[in-house]
């Protein structure tokens, strides 16, 4: 079955851009109609939708963070990737990517991978 | 944007007892985009149930969904002890996906 799988620094420094990749086994990332996101939690937080990217390659991110949000795929390696960009301890959280059989809710996540963001 | 509100924060109940939690949309949301998902500590969060009502596979009966418009509700019939945890609901509207706050289920 197909699975995720987080990867990507886990200490980021501010100012900087947070990048992390998704790969995504046991399944082509190109087939079928799905959105592939990224959510992630502060620690003790709920949870906070960053972005998705859709098969065809078109992407949605959420407006309050739109300005320092791209996420690609790249298909030949079955992952996508997030980039935050000019990062503050805000951005210290959980990492998520997670998929959506369409627009609707999403049924299967990586473990989560774990950014801080400190000098 | 739409805000999703559950309520309560934080249920304490025992085992065996029947767990109802709300989740409240700032305006109306399409019963085919509500969700909702269980999380323990340490794990990434589990898919419960979609489409407001229909269970995830491999998700037992005793969990359940109801609801439309602004209103919706998650019951577990009967609580297991690994029924403890934290639940959030989520709506997909407008290209974009939001959570509610959370509501931590946890043993009186």
């Known amino acids: 079955q197909v699975q995720l799988q987080e990867s990507g620094p886990g200490l980021v420094k501010p100012s900087q851009t947070l990048s992390l990749t998704c790969t995504v086994s046991g399944g082509s990332i190109s087939s079928g109609s799905y959105y592939w996101s990224w959510i992630r939690q502060p620690a003790g937080k709920g949870l906070e939708w960053i972005g998705r990217i859709y098969t065809s390659g078109s992407t949605n991110y959420n407006p309050s963070l739109k300005s320092r949000v791209t996420i690609s795929v790249d298909t030949s390696k079955n992952q996508f990737s997030l980039k935050l960009s000019s990062v503050t301890a805000a951005d210290t959280a959980v990492y998520y990517c997670?998929?959506?059989?369409?627009?609707?809710?999403?049924?299967?996540w990586g473990q989560g991978t774990m950014v801080t963001v400190s000098s | 944007e739409i805000v999703l509100t559950q309520s309560p924060g934080t249920l304490s109940l025992s085992p065996g007892e029947r767990a109802t939690l709300s989740c409240r949309a700032s305006q109306s949301v399409s019963s085919s985009y509500l969700a909702w998902y269980q999380q323990k500590p340490g794990q990434a969060p589990r898919l419960l149930i979609y489409?407001?009502?229909s269970r995830a596979t491999g998700i037992p009966d005793r969990f359940s969904g109801s609801g439309s418009g602004t209103d919706f509700t998650l019951t577990i019939s009967r609580l297991e002890p690994e029924d403890f945890a934290v639940y959030y609901c989520q709506q997909y509207g407008s290209s974009s996906w939001t959570f509610g706050q959370g509501t931590k289920v946890e043993i009186k």
């Open positions: 997670a998929r959506a059989p369409g627009p609707s809710a999403f049924d299967i």
């Open positions: 489409g407001a009502s």
